[in-house]
């Protein structure tokens, strides 16, 4: 049976750029190849393409599937947003998805060879920043003839990617679209990736970030980080609400494995992570969300450093988002005012914390979509 | 006839130049701000709770923000609006004194209608024993939104014991100016608001 609304089955593309790239860090790489996917058609104007840009642990994978046999297995993460006659519609808009600089879903990163030695880059990989993947996805552009986005749009990292977007190429995107994001990360914020990198970089299976050489990866510590990760991303009320103090056994059994509920979800979605994501990606990747902070050279005067933008804004945020809480999203909405950008604000009651913007809550698609709908060339 | 049936929003237009910055506190659909900014060409800025309205707005082309007004409009920077509009909802804020205050400190000049308790017909409901209900106080007491009831006579001296200037007054009744003692015959008052000792930009 096909779903009219889904894009379908969808295959990967792979982009190749021969000429250097130097990144904010001061290195340099050769050249690079992005991963990316298409849905929808890019019209005669070239007027109505988006790019959609993903978080931590997302890929160019956004819409569709791969296997049919395994529709929701293989489904891409923003699935619920992008399709014909859903609120990103591909009927209207040319959508982009692809995977940053960096990372390990086949585009350049540290799985990668390094030309210089041929051998996986691993822990040698440069540290790259929004900034580098806006370019890199700017080189992108110019290779798909897209001189400007109708919108760049991405929720929490991805969000700091469309706002960077605006700020690097104004005059390449009309309409920026910010969800569950923050112009910078706060303390605590920065505090929960440390945590994370620090649970990667002390597992002995590491070996420096040359783990591939040895035939390993870093599992432990990949699953930790996942797992602090996976706390911060749900709200207390949902967790509550889902686990509760919910007992396996029903009793308390006095042993360290599973007993509450909660440990048993946290174990699985660590263990899932583990798997397939590689522990060099999520390490420069918490890096990327630590130094992002376009108000940095502006003396953290955010509201000066975005007056370069030209784009209009949509910005949204969760009342249960703690990790990236509705006031960082004010933040942006209040310096974007300053600066005398349209902008609308839609602050969305829903209980699933910060992953609710990968959710499809009634007021959230609502007012994304008629954002988008208004927007549609 | 008036657009969009508001009989309102011409005596509103009339008191903003063309290319201003309009916030407008409580926008509902942004029906008015879509008025202003068709007429006037104004860059308008909607505030607005309620999660339907807010999408209603996006529908109308018009830039909302969903803010709780209790939360006052301390992000809002001074002065960065030639005019704050609140439009029949004042009586559905507690924070009266304060959001007044903040509504002048963010704009030139503030904008505000609300029902009018002392209209005659109100009066008339109180002397018989009941709560007034009408066209613009259209709910039971134990159902209304409304939290503060007032009249003009009040709003006055609010007005003139917190400093604030009245700089022009007008009285509706039926959607039609009124003439004689508003406080009477007007069922609804819109008021043009500004700084006592400032100039005014009317």
């Known amino acids: 049976m096909t779903d009219p609304n889904s894009v379908g089955l969808v295959v990967p593309q792979t982009a190749r750029f021969d000429q250097e790239i130097r990144l904010k860090s001061g290195a340099c790489l050769p050249g690079f190849e992005l991963v990316f996917e298409t849905y929808g058609q890019l019209n005669a104007a070239r007027s109505n393409a988006v790019l959609v840009c993903h978080a931590l642990s997302g890929s160019h994978h956004v819409a569709g599937y791969y296997d049919a046999q395994q529709k929701k297995k293989t489904l891409g993460w923003w699935d619920n947003l992008v399709g014909p006659g859903k609120p990103l519609d591909t009927n209207k808009f040319f959508v982009v998805g692809v995977n940053n600089l960096g990372g390990c879903y086949g585009s350049t990163g540290p799985r990668s060879i390094n030309p210089e030695t041929g051998k996986p880059y691993g822990a040698d990989f440069p540290l790259v920043t929004v900034e580098d993947w806006v370019e890199a996805q700017a080189r992108l552009a110019d290779r798909l003839g897209i001189g400007t986005w109708a919108a760049v749009i991405g929720g929490s990292l991805g969000g700091m990617q469309a706002l960077q977007w605006t700020l690097a190429y104004p005059e390449r995107v009309r309409h920026g679209i910010v969800i569950a994001s923050a112009p910078r990360l706060s303390a605590q914020n920065i505090a929960f990736n440390e945590v994370a990198r620090q649970a990667i970089l002390s597992d002995p299976d590491f070996h420096g970030g040359h783990y591939y050489e040895h035939g390993v990866v870093p599992r432990n510590g990949l699953r930790l980080a996942r797992m602090v990760g996976h706390i911060t991303y749900l709200s207390d009320d949902q967790m509550a609400e889902k686990f509760g103090r919910q007992l396996r056994h029903g009793e308390h059994r006095f ?21 397939f994501f ?32 030209r784009a209009d804004f949509f910005v949204a945020s969760f009342t249960t988002d703690w990790r990236f809480s509705p006031e960082r999203s004010r933040e942006i909405v209040y310096a974007l005012l300053h600066n005398g950008r349209k902008v609308s604000y839609a602050e969305i009651d829903c ?14 698609h609502a007012a994304l979509g008629a954002y988008l709908e208004g927007i549609a060339p | 006839m008036t657009l969009y049936g508001r009989f309102d929003f011409d005596h509103i237009a ?9 916030l407008d506190l409580g926008c509902g659909d942004g029906t008015l701000l879509k008025f202003l900014q068709q007429g006037k060409g104004i860059h308008g800025y909607g505030v607005e709770l309620d999660p339907d309205n807010v999408t209603a707005c996006i529908r109308n082309g018009v830039n ?6 209790e939360r006052g409009l301390q992000g809002f920077e001074d002065d960065s609006f030639d005019h704050v509009i609140m439009s029949l ?9 304060p959001l007044l205050k903040e509504m002048l400190r963010v704009g030139h000049e503030a904008v505000v209608s609300f029902p009018n308790f002392g209209y005659q017909p109100h009066r008339e409901a109180i002397a018989a024993g009941r709560m007034p209900v009408s066209k613009h106080l259209p709910y039971q007491w134990y159902d209304s939104p409304n939290v503060r009831f007032f009249t003009i006579a009040d709003f006055d001296a609010l007005c003139a014991e917190q400093g604030i200037q009245v700089r022009e007054l007008l009285a509706f009744a039926n ?3 009124v003439a004689g003692d ?3 015959k007007g069922e609804v008052a819109l008021y043009r608001l500004g700084r006592q000792g400032a100039a005014s930009g009317g």
């Not at chain 1, 590689?278 to 005067?301: C, E, R, V």
């Not at chain 1, 910060?354 to 007021?363: G, I, K, T, V």
């Open chain 1, 278 to 309: 590689d522990a060099n990606t999520y390490l420069l990747t918490t890096k990327a969300l630590d130094y992002f902070d376009p108000a940095f050279d502006y003396g953290g005067d955010l509201r000066a450093a975005l007056a370069r933008a």
């Open chain 1, 351 to 364: 209980d699933a914390g910060h992953d609710s913007f990968l959710l499809d809550a009634p007021h959230y």
């Open chain 2, 64 to 69: 909302v923000l969903q803010f709780d007004l």
């Open chain 2, 14 to 22: 009339r008191w903003i130049q063309p290319g201003e910055r309009v």
């Open chain 2, 182 to 184: 508003p406080n009477l």
């Open chain 1, 255 to 275: 042993h360290y494995d599973v007993e509450f509920e909660i440990e048993s979800y946290l174990r699985y979605q660590g263990d899932k992570f583990a798997e």
């Open chain 2, 175 to 177: 959607g039609q100016p």
């Open chain 2, 89 to 97: 909802s004042l009586q559905t804020v507690r924070h009266t004194v």
